[in-house]
Nanobody, 116 residues
């Protein structure tokens, strides 16, 4: 079934940028709508952004609109999340998976910490 591997997280000052990547060794997600999710400290994992299988449509949680951009490269089986103008409330562990239905086991996620 394959699995998901997220990368690109780190420690960044408010206003900075990060680019997250998600790859799925053994999981051909080119036919799936894919999403990014965030588990903030003390909170449940929540939706952040999604992209259709062909990459033509994207969806965002209100607080990240205009700051985050989701993209995908089906040829390389990769999904990315460009995060600009980061805020402390963006802190959390970021995961990718199919959306809205999860069809593969969650990966380890990649942690993002934004300090002011």
């Amino acid at each position: 079934q394959g699995h998901l591997v997220e990368s690109g997280g780190g420690l960044v000052q408010a206003g900075g940028s990060l680019r997250l990547s998600c790859r799925g060794p053994g999981f051909d997600f080119s036919n799936y709508q894919m999403g990014w999710f965030r588990r903030a400290p003390g909170k449940e994992r929540a939706f952040v952004a999604a992209i259709t299988s062909n990459g033509r449509s994207t969806y965002y949680e209100d607080s990240v609109k205009g700051r985050f951009t989701i993209s995908r490269d089906n040829g390389r089986l990769a999904v990315h999340l460009q995060m600009n103008n980061l805020k402390p409330e963006d802190t959390g562990v970021y995961y990718c998976n199919s959306y809205p239905s999860v069809v593969v086991e969650w990966g380890q996620g990649t942690p993002v910490t934004v300090y002011s």
